[in-house]
């Protein structure tokens, strides 16, 4: 288990086996956790992501994984994570933005490189290096493939973003898939590429832009604008979410930078007044701040809980965490139902982003099975009606 507020993890033995009113020890065996860590033993391992158990590939590098998260197109280094004997917990980093989440490592000593792309190493049947400099250059099949920037100079397993090589420069301008005209397609800007839902040929409903150098935004767009619900996260990690208008947070929403949290109502990217997150000293119901009209946490007994806005006491804009694993971030209604944009992570590895209504999928949505198999289009009533991929 986890101290939410001095971030420790505790191994409790025998707790799966114990009955009410039975005590043993707690044993910490980690302090000062960052939201994203890693719990392992020899035989198995847990990732978490935002306090929040998360699925995907990965591949061990020498006692370290290489971990690819598809719903937020983000890889980790779980560094050290098979070199422990017994319990043990990590903060883990996100690895810096690459060209579709691809990496290389050297390996001094053996004389070797490698690849990982989304997790997974690559396949190196038929592919081929030649040194360029200072940079290797990697080839499959004749045709020239990645750049690796400063390999001959680089130390061992330092985790690098690759440099992609345009085969014809050009080519990869403009809309590159599906349609970018009234339906689901991606377009390549000089400074990143979307991939979202389109209306008269501009950006409109749920959709990522991911810049080259500057991070990410998943969310709602109108108008070809960062507009409504949404969330930032950049290169290093850092968030900010909330109610976006104009390219910037106007109204409910939260920045992440590094350790602090701030929350509140935002005017033009800026805090114009903060919400007070505090402790209410109690394990169930509002266990922390204001959960009638601000912001808090609320915890059933089920082992449910929301952290986010409240409006009238009711579930406005934030996150709720299921028992079983699953989590929704978006917007609710007055009933306390899944309402507005939204993103719905399956604790099995499924996902949806899009819109909501009264609980269900509606409107244009975007959804993968835990085999990343898509379905993208109209929704009604929790169901795809109209296909737009």
């Not at 990645?146 to 090589?165: T, W």
């Not at 349609?179 to 979202?196: E, H, I, P, S």
């Not at 806005?309 to 209604?333: I, V």
Request: aromatic share 18%; with cysteine; net charge neutral.
């Amino acid at each position: 288990m986890i101290d939410d507020n001095r971030r420790d993890v505790y191994l409790l033995a025998d707790f799966k086996g114990a009955v009410t009113g039975d005590r043993g020890q707690a044993v910490i065996i980690a302090r000062n956790v960052a939201k994203d860590f890693y719990l392992t033993n020899p035989k198995s391992f847990a990732f978490y992501q935002g306090d929040q158990y998360v699925v995907g590939d990965f591949s061990n590098i020498n006692g370290s994984y290489v971990y690819y998260v598809g719903e937020v197109s983000t890889t980790y280094l779980l560094e050290g994570i098979r070199n422990y004997a017994g319990w043990g917990s990590r903060s883990v980093k996100a690895l810096p933005y690459s060209v579709e989440n691809t990496y290389w490592y050297r390996d001094v000593d053996k004389k070797e490189y490698g690849i990982v792309e989304k997790g997974r190493v690559m396949d190196y049947t038929s592919v081929t290096t030649a040194a360029d400099g200072n940079d290797m250059v990697v080839s499959k099949n004749g045709t020239k493939r990645y750049r690796l920037k400063g390999y001959y100079s680089a130390s061992s397993y330092d985790f690098q973003p690759v440099e992609k090589i345009e085969v014809t420069a050009g080519s990869k301008k403009g809309c590159v898939s599906g349609d970018c005209a009234n339906g689901w397609g991606k377009y390549q800007y000089d400074n990143g590429y979307y991939d979202g839902f389109w209306l008269n040929s501009k950006r409109h409903g749920y959709g990522l832009y991911n810049w080259s150098d500057a991070g990410k935004y998943i969310g709602s767009w109108t108008n070809d604008k960062m507009e409504g619900y949404g969330v930032y996260i950049a290169e290093n990690n850092d968030n900010i979410i909330g109610y976006y208008r104009e390219g910037e947070l106007n109204g409910l929403g939260i920045t992440v930078t590094g350790d602090t949290w701030k929350q509140g109502e935002f005017n033009d990217g800026n805090l114009s007044v903060a919400y007070d997150f505090f402790t209410n000293n109690v394990e169930t119901g509002c266990t922390a701040g204001d959960c009638y009209s601000k912001y808090g946490r609320y915890k059933w007994d089920n082992g449910d809980s929301f952290t986010g806005f409240f409006k009238n006491g009711k579930m406005h804009m934030g996150t709720y965490k299921f028992a079983n694993g699953d989590k929704y971030s978006g917007m609710f209604n007055s009933n306390n139902q899944f309402h507005g944009m939204g993103r719905y992570f399956y604790d099995s590895g499924e996902y949806y982003g899009g819109n909501w209504s009264n609980g269900s999928y509606q409107g244009r949505g975007y959804y993968h099975d835990k085999d990343l198999v898509q379905k993208i289009g109209e929704w009604s009533s929790g169901q795809l009606v109209t296909p737009l991929k």
